[in-house]
Each structure stands twice: as structure tokens, then as C-alpha cells.
Nanobody, 123 residues
Framework: QVQLVESGGGAVQAGGSLRLSCAVY????????MAWFRQGSGKEREGVAF???????LYDDSVKGRFTVSLDNAETNLSLQMDNLKPEDIGMYYC?????????????????WGQGTQVAVSS
């Protein structure tokens, strides 16, 4: 059974950077998609960055060029490097896992979630 444990997050000023990490436990090598979702206050959860077992990465237009998703060679640590942060990036960030490499922006497609970590950006 896959488990995800997040770390990182915090508060920065606009233009600053943060790095989120997500440790992956109980994983056996197979086909998958791992993703970062965020949820602002009163908003729906939205996918911002995706990485699949076949090496593809996808980004929401709102973070393209500013966020970078990566996975270590052991496939046990998912990261999200966030640069040039903006106030609209504020929210709770979650890592998520689904079997099969067809990444989806629908939260209901993901079977496993981290506990979430808060990101705050002041203008």
C-alpha cells in the first residue's frame, strides 16, 4: 500500500522560492502518475504539476516556467521546486499518486494523498 508523507512549505514574500518534498512509501516499481495539487481557501483542488513513470511532465499554465516537478532515481521522493512565487499560489499543497501513467487533473482519479502542507505568499 502506497503512503505519501509531505514536508516543506512555509511563508515567503512574492518572488521568493520554496521546495516541497513528498516521501513515497510502500511503492513497488510499476506504471504510475504522481502529482502536486493545491487548494486555495474556498476553491476546488487543482492539479499544478504531474510526472509519470514514462518520464513525461505536465504543468498547469498558471505555474509553467516557475514550478518544476521531479522524482529521484529511486522513485521514492517527489519534489516540487517553486520559484517566483505569487500571492495567487497561496494554498494547501498535496502530493498524490495513481496507478497507470496517464496523468489526470481530476482529484478523484488519484488513490493516495499526502497530508498536505501550507504555502503562504505575501505581497
Amino acid at each position: 500500500q502506497v503512503q505519501l508523507v509531505e514536508s516543506g512549505g512555509g511563508a515567503v514574500q512574492a518572488g521568493g522560492s520554496l521546495r516541497l518534498s513528498c516521501a513515497v512509501y510502500g511503492y513497488t516499481y510499476s506504471s504510475y502518475c504522481m502529482a502536486w495539487f493545491r487548494q486555495g481557501s474556498g476553491k476546488e483542488r487543482e492539479g499544478v504539476a504531474f510526472i509519470s513513470s514514462d518520464g513525461n511532465t505536465l504543468y498547469d499554465d498558471s505555474v509553467k516556467g516557475r514550478f518544476t516537478v521531479s522524482l529521484d532515481n529511486a522513485e521514492t521522493n517527489l519534489s516540487l521546486q517553486m520559484d517566483n512565487l505569487k500571492p495567487e499560489d497561496i494554498g494547501m499543497y498535496y502530493c498524490a499518486f495513481k496507478w497507470r501513467p496517464n496523468c489526470s487533473g481530476r482529484p478523484s482519479d488519484y488513490t493516495t494523498w499526502g497530508q498536505g502542507t501550507q504555502v503562504a505568499v505575501s505581497s
